[in-house]
């Protein structure tokens, strides 16, 4: 579940890098590259509270 | 994320290790670190401080060679100076002030340092009123505003401001965890939206953005009631906008956790993610939105990343004046109950929420940003010239070393003395010569240094030295 989990976020975050780059280089519109990075944004917040501060949570110290 | 524990650790209620130095077994990893400097210095003051190098009028040149010059001098003031002393004493910056100068003056350090930290985090309440007001069309402040000009702008803020409040006052723990969790993703959001900004300009190639870079974002040409800034702006205002942190001994607490003193380097991955990349970035945004709102004097963060990044960007603002705003209220919080240790935790953090809010209400808070970090940092650096001063030159220039607890006082005055001269000093530079108050730290430096040797000498000579 967990990999899964940060499959989604990594996902989400080539969501937010990809399209304004593909922005950039004239391939898709500046609304189109809104519209997939709030996709992005929203998986994101869905999907990395549950690894990020569970992996924080569950670590030992380091000694 | 071990960063996120090292950092709880430190702000903590519950601190450990507040008088007695940190044993082995709880060190850190370089890992812990890395990322805890990263996370926090990409933060909602990057949206501000980017786009007022624009308005200050920065040449392209100027604003890269100086971002590199400044940022590797703030890493290696980490490095030399924080990170050496943390590692040897393992001691948190406000017991190390107590065994030095007592507990009377550490007292005035907290009380100031407080009302510091809520100034810094009203600009961030406003950071996020901002964003928060695009959806209501609410009138933004423009970049000549000191004064709140609208009652939207004060109810929006003040609604910001309580519900942080709120959150603060529920506790620290849930904002730290959501810090950690939009770090990542903001860092990223900066990145795209200077991306989805460059088109904007007609920018497609790295040549086109050379070219918009001298021509179009950084021209040289300041904005109206704006001092024009140069390479040495830039390179002063990196060096010293967290002097508080480094020269000013701040992060003593944090790097005392560390395996090695050369984990004061890794503030390298602040410096040029958050201090290079996201100013650079969030430049670019301001460049785009004064392109596209032509005779626009308006400066408001939250329009100016919706425009590049849409609602990605505009939420990108929310948070992370959020999560700026948050622990700042929390430390000033702590700093205030360490002078009043009966009062309970939640009605100090309400009266820090309350100040902070309305400090919020005035634009001038964003709108000098840059004045009011570099003063924080100001206000702060001499007692961290005496923290150095005391560990490397007490047995140099005889005298003695911890003076307040080698002599069992509560209050011993050359530490107080070298940090109210020199802020008077400075005063005097700024005031009879025009010292901008970017370069005064520097100066003030080494007169807080000079200072306390000299009335520690008078006032503590080492026993040895004396009988010799």
């Not at chain 2, 507040?18 to 990409?42: C, D, I, W």
């Not at chain 2, 020269?247 to 040029?272: N, V």
Request: aromatic share 16%; proline share 4%; charged share 10%.
């Amino acid at each position: 579940m967990k990999t899964l989990l940060k499959i989604a976020s990594y996902f989400a975050l080539v969501l937010t890098i990809v399209p304004p780059i593909l922005y950039f280089k004239s391939t898709i519109t500046l609304d189109q590259s809104h519209m997939y990075m709030t996709i992005g944004m929203l998986l994101w917040f869905a999907t990395a509270p549950f690894w990020i501060n569970k992996k924080t949570d569950d670590q030992p110290q380091d000694s | 994320m071990k960063e996120q524990k090292l950092f709880k650790k430190i702000v903590s209620q519950n601190n450990e290790f507040e008088r007695t130095p940190v044993p082995g077994n709880q060190l850190k990893s370089g890992k812990s670190f890395l990322g805890m400097y990263a996370g926090e210095h990409t933060a909602g003051t990057e949206f501000v401080i980017g786009p007022m190098f624009v308005a200050h009028g920065v040449s392209a040149g100027d604003m890269v060679i100086g971002l590199l010059i400044g940022n590797l001098l703030a890493v290696l003031s980490w490095g030399f100076l924080t990170a050496p002393i943390a590692t040897s004493k393992r001691l948190t910056l406000y017991y190390q002030l107590e065994r030095i100068t007592g507990k009377s003056v550490v007292n005035l350090y907290n009380f100031i340092n407080a009302l510091m930290f809520c100034f810094l985090a009203g600009s961030m309440i406003a950071v996020s009123a901002t964003a928060v007001g695009i959806p209501f069309n609410l009138a933004m402040p423009e970049l000549t505003d000191w004064y709140p000009k609208t009652t939207g702008w004060i109810v929006a803020v003040l609604i910001m401001g309580t519900v942080i409040t709120f959150i603060a006052i529920r506790g620290y723990n849930q904002v730290a965890k959501f810090a950690n969790v939009i770090a990542p993703w903001m860092i990223l959001i900066f990145v795209s939206a200077a991306f989805s900004a460059l088109p904007q300009l007609g920018v497609h190639t790295l040549d086109e953005f050379i070219v918009a870079a001298k021509e179009v974002i950084w021209t040289g040409v300041p904005a109206a009631g704006f001092t024009k800034f140069t390479i040495w702006h830039i390179i002063f205002f990196c060096w010293f906008c967290n002097m508080a942190m480094h020269i000013g001994m701040s992060d003593l607490t944090i790097l005392r956790y560390a395996k090695s003193w050369k984990y004061g380097f890794l503030s390298f991955a602040g410096m040029y993610i958050g201090h290079f990349v996201a100013w650079i970035a969030s430049g670019i945004l301001y460049a785009v939105f004064l392109q596209t709102n032509t005779n626009s004097n308006e400066f408001a963060p939250g329009p100016i990343a919706f425009q590049a990044a849409g609602i990605a960007g505009a939420v990108c603002v929310i948070v992370a004046g959020w999560t700026t705003a948050n622990p700042t209220i929390y430390r000033a919080g702590l700093a205030l109950q360490g002078i009043f240790p009966k009062v309970k935790t939640w009605k100090i953090t309400a009266i820090v929420g309350g100040i902070t809010s309305l400090a919020a209400c005035f634009p001038a808070l964003v709108m000098r940003l840059l004045d009011f970090v570099a003063l924080y940092g100001l206000v702060l650096m001499p007692m961290g010239a005496v923290i150095f001063a005391d560990f490397y030159f007490a047995d140099k220039f005889g005298f003695q070393q911890e003076q307040a607890i080698t002599n069992k006082k509560d209050f011993t005055w050359p530490a107080l003395a070298s940090w109210l001269i020199t802020l008077l000093f400075c005063l005097f530079l700024n005031y009879y010569y025009g010292m901008e108050i970017f370069f005064l730290g520097l100066p003030g430096w080494f007169v807080a240094v000079i200072l306390f040797v000299v009335f520690s000498r008078l006032k503590f000579p080492n026993l040895k030295t004396k009988l010799a």
